[in-house]
T-cell receptor, first 115, second 108 residues
């Protein structure tokens, strides 16, 4: 149980395009989901905490208008990279917590490549 | 501020040898510590959490509050243990702060 699914797994697009990444909890409800970014050969860095029915909480240095997060239901959070540029190319990973006593469960990640 | 330090980027051991992956943390409250593992081309998976005190795949980790460490150990490494290992800390907000990771290679 406790499966987190991300879609798409890989996306390539032109500079200036907006890209939406979905994160779904398949067999549980998650009031809180997390979005991470991972550059090659580096660790995961928390970008934001996505809260169902309310605004996301962004980490220092993460542009809210650049990375739009919507958590409209208890099983879905989306991350939209607006007007993406090559420097936004990275691996984006989401996670969710099934309940308060459980650890975070991670999605497979989305590799974003901006040309 | 919370911080996790994994001093070794790369670690190689021979099959059957003991292995220890180091992790030190900095946190002002009572943290929860985790070890996550990422095998090649797979998602990040939970290996251990300190509150459960379990041994998974032969790995153990003890939280040492005096030394602020949570080192991961296994007495006899196997080739299938080769992977990227991340130590992580969770504070009151349930957010995870990850260390930089250690790439473990177990040689035949």
């Amino acid at each position: 149980g406790a499966v987190v699914s991300q879609h798409p797994s890989w996306v390539i697009c032109k500079s200036g395009t907006s890209v939406k990444i979905e994160c779904r909890s398949l067999d549980f409800q998650a009031t809180t989901m997390f979005w991470y970014r991972q550059f090659p050969k580096q660790s995961l860095m928390l970008m934001a905490t996505s809260n169902e029915g309310s605004k996301a909480t962004y980490e220092q240095g993460v542009e809210k208008d650049k990375f739009l997060i919507n958590h409209a239901s208890l099983t879905l959070s989306t991350l939209t990279v607006t007007s993406a540029h090559p420097e936004d190319s990275s691996f984006y990973i989401c996670s969710a917590i099934p309940d308060k006593n459980q650890p975070q469960h991670f999605g497979d990640g989305t590799r974003l490549s901006i040309l | 501020a919370q911080r996790v330090t994994q001093p070794e980027k790369l670690l190689s051991v021979f099959k059957g040898a003991p292995v220890e992956l180091k992790c030190n943390y900095s946190y002002s409250g009572s943290p929860e510590l985790f070890w996550y593992v990422q095998y090649s081309r797979q998602r990040l998976q939970l290996l251990l959490r300190h509150i459960s005190r379990e041994s998974i795949k032969g790995f153990t980790a003890d939280l040492n509050k005096g030394e602020t460490s949570f080192h991961l150990k296994k007495p006899f490494a196997q080739e299938e243990d080769s992977a990227m290992y991340y130590c992580a800390l969770s504070g009151s907000a349930r957010q995870l702060t990850f260390g930089s990771g250690t790439q473990l290679t177990v040689l035949p």
